[in-house]
């Protein structure tokens, strides 16, 4: 049983209360005002949940299949079409510009879009959202020729992208990578090498796949300042097959229907994005935009868990209330809703999602501001939000999301962990998040290592202030003081962490990695707590359902999620110490 | 690549440590000393590394075959073979009294044979895991009748045994049960009903199945109270078939190769164990068994994690140390084991692990010592503690394990995802744990409820003290100092949090429900504290790697695990209040 509601309600109260409607005023979006996106995002979750969720199990079970004379990858019964169907739909198409063929929106739709795709079928979302990747890359770093090769094909979905950085020996260390670009006669290169985990790397459903892919020149000088990137199709644009083929499968946990090839590389004409020996630059623009995405990830997933659990939930009856007035004599035992523990469970995974969702929404809207806003000040303020966030949001979207998915099957008991349910390929599905993209940790160290010092902590104190901003607003509002108090305690406490840690770090930057994780959290838990402060406030006063829930929500944040800290900040206390004195043969 | 040493070293310590020297003492124990036990051990191991492990993969991978038809269940190739060997080593029998065939050994020993059992095939060591419930079932409840005619055959592994409990609308609540055993001329009952997520219920690697199963008589009061026990095998005794028939499998998450059925009573001659309408007093002697071997899963799955994560570790290379006197000039990037957050993800699962089975060991000695101390008080005493513990160590040992699994496979990273590496099965197979023989929550009510309440506290009251006298009598060692100043702090914490709970639990018991799964957690790290503090004066003084390594661990416990009782403090003081605001539309 596949249960799944886009959470459209929600979305829309997250859009008017972190300013969409100020975003919607900029130029290049008159089209696109709230109503008008709310009415494209409810076409977009009508499609997933009627064209993508009904494959999801299927897809999973059947899996894929490979050739290995051919190199050919076969998808699931059923993608071709839904993948032809999602492409007619204009789904590839919503953000791109409209002198590609896009219909321009605002990134933030893209996102949401992603949401919806995510929950009902990660595996098959998986293929557009590479393509985004490298349509990011090419409008960033392409020149107008490559754009008018490319573009036009990849934002139509007629093409689909891949990122090919990782090779057995380069993962997490990209400066490892050893695939050769030679210059070729004809201006092109050819590339010799072999790159692992790389998405949709082959597959079925489009007529040409376009590589982007991390390699070394010959004149380059080693590890990381000596990458470039070239774009390697798999079909060269005269039609003519490129020495590109896949040489296998990885077989995984989850996301079964989404192939993570091997591709090999050998002689296949490339052709140079960017600066020679920059590529890094290029790739971090794509990094950084799919490690929201990711974020997103156990956002989604999380949603369409706790949406089966409360189903499953309201259904079950076991055992009597402990209250003897809640106890419905009607019946032989009581729905498993009044237990505590049972709404202990749900209301973590409600409750984190909401707030999670809220940020990350935040993050998706400030990359529309800082894209569109006229005021320069304005948009480097959002991009430093956004190159901040970006980090917290892939690492703790998806720890808590794999966490949430664990708890949503915990309420259902046995019925959890069989297939019936689905919520157990959920589960299998969300846990590359923590992985791919960035490993969480990498996430950690970028977030303390680059975020943190750039400006001279530039980056961190805006944020800070921004969520003092609050605090300071409502402080005389009484209705308010049981957020705005705890809230100022918490900011407060994450300038002081942040500060320490900073002083720590330079003078020993293994008490930083020691600690790193557990310090991305506690900034994580801080932020949270700013948006469901903001979410209170929205709240407050409007008598309906919806936002009385909101602030039975937001309170709950404060008293069951906020206290997480506590044990965070006494792990970062504890700092290195224990942790290194442990020997290599000790483990 | 499947990996495994089994942790020898690490059991004959805890062994020593913990009392099983005095165990060796009691009478019946005589052949079992702990070189003895050590030298079983050893044959166990070696024979579930050689034999278990080299087919958990392939079974995982292969799964069940049922017939509709026949109802009949196909294991995967390699289990008849692998449980005729596993039979004839004696593995079923070493612990089961000598009267029956048994060899008598402590029932520590037989906890101990299960880590390693689990820990290479978990699927493949129920089946034996469930016989070893029934044997207990029979030895505390059958008549000499019963048990000649069963022990024997269940004790050499010739018939298995099952646990037939729920029902499709009967889970948590067994109360809920519907199956009907009306009595026949011959003295036997009749049995009809449906029994769902019967563990080797049906299968084809012993001549017979046994099944215990819980139905009402026709007098039976409602409710829990009108339940009783019954014996009935898929053969009778005079070899004819009886009506019990496989009605499907269940599909799952994990524990692909260990079969979940739905088994069908149609009429099944069955024997009443026990006296009428108190069956769930045999069905706890069982479930009290199983609750701690399950408990064990999460620590045997954790430990092959986290060696599978080690040795990749220990081979891998990515980036450079953050500390540059570290650094390998003779390779292009560092062993990963320099980068503080791998330490810190080893270094929790493994001194997570080793607490608790440090405490689960101490818990299985404590069995033995409840049935052979010469002293009945000791025997009471012994008996309070597995009381107390049982529930502790099944939820905590579960929800970490599973836990400590994901940690190991971040460790590492893209490759731990992929089926190459095996963890990925580990955590399918560890997340079962958490649900079944009573959810984790169960556990919680049961030592809240039941067993702290027990004897006005007396189980609770000698648990804290037998702790409290570790600190009082290492108090002036100011080698210990760092160990037994906070653990006094942890066990008054955990006494005020005790006694707090139960008065806000008398008054309202929802308040117990909200917060008892949290308290437990509390319970555990406190507990296995204790058993740190006593590992670490165990290791003082002595000079070898073994012993300098326990002492790093207890320290890195108390500085980086510990801690996490800070939230949950947080959380119970939080109490029900933000939670049973919500009302059932909410969520």
Not at 16 to 30: D, H, I, K, Q, V
Not at 82 to 100: H, I, N, R
Not at 468 to 474: D, L
Request: with cysteine; net charge negative.
């Amino acid at each position: 049983m596949q249960i799944y509601k886009a959470p459209l309600d929600e979305i829309r109260f997250i859009l008017e209360t972190f300013g969409y409607n100020e975003l919607a005023g900029f130029e290049g979006f008159e089209d696109y005002d709230l109503d008008t996106a709310m009415a494209v995002l409810e076409e977009s979750a009508k499609f997933c949940t009627n064209e993508l969720l009904p494959l999801n199990r299927t897809a999973d079970q059947e899996g894929l299949k490979y050739n290995p004379e051919t190199g050919e990858v076969t998808t699931p019964k059923g993608f071709k079409e839904l993948y032809e169907k999602f492409v007619a739909q204009g789904a590839t198409a919503l953000t791109a510009p409209p002198e590609f063929g896009g219909f321009g929106a605002p990134h933030t739709l893209g996102v949401l879009q992603t949401e919806f795709a995510t929950a009902t079928n990660k595996s098959f979302s998986m293929c557009p959202g590479l393509s985004h990747g490298l349509i990011d890359a090419l409008l960033n770093s392409g020149t107008d020729e490559q754009k008018a090769q490319y573009l036009p094909n990849l934002i139509s979905g007629k093409w689909s992208g891949t990122m090919c950085l990782t090779e057995p020996q380069a993962g997490t260390d990209l400066g490892l990578c050893t695939t050769k670009a030679e210059p070729k006669d004809n201006g092109a290169y050819s590339l010799t090498g072999t790159k692992i985990w790389i998405t949709f790397g082959e597959h079925d459903l489009t007529e040409n796949i376009i590589h982007l892919v991390l390699a070394r020149l010959p004149d380059a000088p080693p590890g990381i300042k000596g990458i470039s990137t070239f774009i390697v199709p798999k079909y060269k644009l005269d039609g003519s097959a490129n020495g590109v083929m896949c040489g296998g499968l990885e077989h995984k946990l989850g996301i079964h229907a989404s192939p993570t090839c091997v591709i090999n590389f050998e002689g296949a004409e490339g052709y140079l994005i960017g600066e020679p020996h920059k590529g890094m630059r290029t790739m971090f623009v794509m990094m950084n935009a799919a490690r929201l995405f990711v974020g997103m990830e156990g956002i989604a997933l999380g949603e369409i868990a706790y949406q089966t659990a409360v189903a499953f939930a309201k259904d079950r009856r076991q055992s009597r209330s402990l209250d003897r007035k809640k106890i419905d004599k009607d019946a032989k035992a009581d729905n498993i809703l009044v237990h505590p523990d049972v709404r202990r469970m749900l209301a973590n995974v409600k409750v984190s999602n909401e707030g999670m969702r809220a940020l990350a929404y935040w993050a998706a809207m400030q990359i529309d501001v800082a894209h569109h806003h006229p005021d320069e000040a304005q948009r480097q303020l959002a991009d430093d939000f956004v190159a901040l966030l970006t980090p917290v949001i892939k690492s703790y979207g998806t720890e808590r999301g794999f966490a949430n998915i664990s708890e949503a099957m915990q309420v259902m008991g046995g019925a959890g962990y069989t297939t019936d349910w689905s919520v157990e390929q959920y589960l299998r599905d969300a846990r590359i998040g923590m992985v791919y993209e960035g490993t969480n940790h990498i996430q950690a160290l970028d977030l303390i290592g680059r975020k943190l010092v750039q400006g001279q902590g530039r980056l961190y104190r805006n944020f800070s202030k921004h969520m003092f901003r609050f605090v300071k607003a409502n402080k005389d509002n009484p209705e308010l003081a049981e957020f705005t108090g705890p809230l100022e305690k918490a900011i407060n406490t994450l300038n002081q962490t942040t500060m320490a840690l900073g002083m720590k770090g330079m003078q020993d930057p293994e008490e930083v990695g020691a600690v790193g994780s557990n310090y991305l959290n506690l900034f994580a838990l801080t932020a949270i707590a700013w948006t469901w402060a903001e979410q209170a406030k929205a709240a407050l006063g409007k008598d309906s359902k919806f936002y009385r829930t909101k602030l039975k929500s937001a309170r709950y944040y404060y008293s069951n999620i906020l206290p997480e800290t506590e044990s965070l900040l006494a792990l970062i206390n504890a700092g290195k110490k224990n942790m290194m004195e442990f020997e290599a043969e000790d483990f």
